[in-house]
């Protein structure tokens, strides 16, 4: 009886995984799923012909982008991911948000709203910034896979009040106790250091809580330009339709993950830069 295996699954998992990782590199892709509030991805989404051999490699690929990607939220005071989803609504609908195991959110105080409207205040604008992560960290604490938050603090104010600016963080308290916290990018004023950053954050988090310092430096992603960048790229809400029925069909039927398939129907025609080519992850969604 001839042997109906996919040669893929007759590789080691060890070998199939290489595989992937060459399919899916690290890559940032901006604005991944269409009108959803995640302002990034850290990895090249899966091209829709490696889901669509059968069901096995399909869930084999998608556990493996989720295990391996970090996703991003920009908490500022004007950012498209609260225009385009404006109380990350559809982020909490979305089947996607219980197999994110990875996300880094991004506190982000840019002095050109504060040159741009001097009446807002430092105390306005802090509260504004952290009224997002309230609800942020309340969608967050429905992802029933979420393991690990990356937390990075860009503030080109120049205003002092570290203090005060400290308060944006206390929703992340709210999150569940198992979650592993993580200091990433740090790139402030002088007195908000990476020492004073991981201090702070301790005594807001309280004793119990696994927080790790995590490594310094500054990331190119992670520059003011290269955050606004991110934000206000237009191309993002152009989407165009893509024939995704057969991926859809191998979605189906795979339990929560595969509903998700049903929620995003089109791609967005700008991931990273890139045109779309083969690039049809939203319309696989897992």
Known sequence: MPNTTPPLLRLPLELRQQIYAHLIPRETV???????????V?????????????????????????????????????????RVDPHLQKLEKSSALSQIRKIEVVFFC?????????SFGLESFCNEIRRRCERACSVLTQA?????????????TLTGGWEQKATILEPLRS??????????????????????????LNEILGDGRKLEAGLDGVSEDDEPTKLRMLAFDPR???????????????????????????????TPEHL???????????DSWG
């Not at 604005?31 to 509030?37: A, D, Q, R, T, Y």
């Not at 084999?60 to 920009?74: G, M, S």
């Open 30 to 40: 901006s604005h991944p799923l269409p009108s959803v509030g995640i302002t990034s």
């Open 42 to 82: 850290t990895h090249r989404l899966p091209p829709s012909n490696l889901l669509n051999i059968n069901r096995h490699i399909t869930d084999e690929v998608l556990d493996y982008f989720y295990t391996i990607t970090t996703w991003k939220l920009i908490f500022s005071h004007a950012f498209n991911f609260f």
């Open 110 to 118: 840019d002095i050109l709203l504060l040159k741009e409207y001097p």
């Open 144 to 156: 029933d896979n979420l393991r690990s938050v990356t937390i990075s603090w860009i503030d080109t």
């Open 175 to 200: 999150l569940p106790p198992d979650i592993t916290f993580r200091v990433g990018e740090i790139n402030g004023p002088a007195e908000e250091d990476r020492e004073k950053f991981l201090g702070a």
């Open 236 to 266: 993002q809400e152009r989407h165009r339709p893509q024939d995704a029925k057969i991926v859809m069909r191998r979605c189906r039927g795979r339990g929560e993950r595969g509903t998700a398939a049903s929620e995003l129907q089109e």
């Open 272 to 282: 990273g830069g890139r045109s779309v080519g083969d690039t049809s992850f939203n």
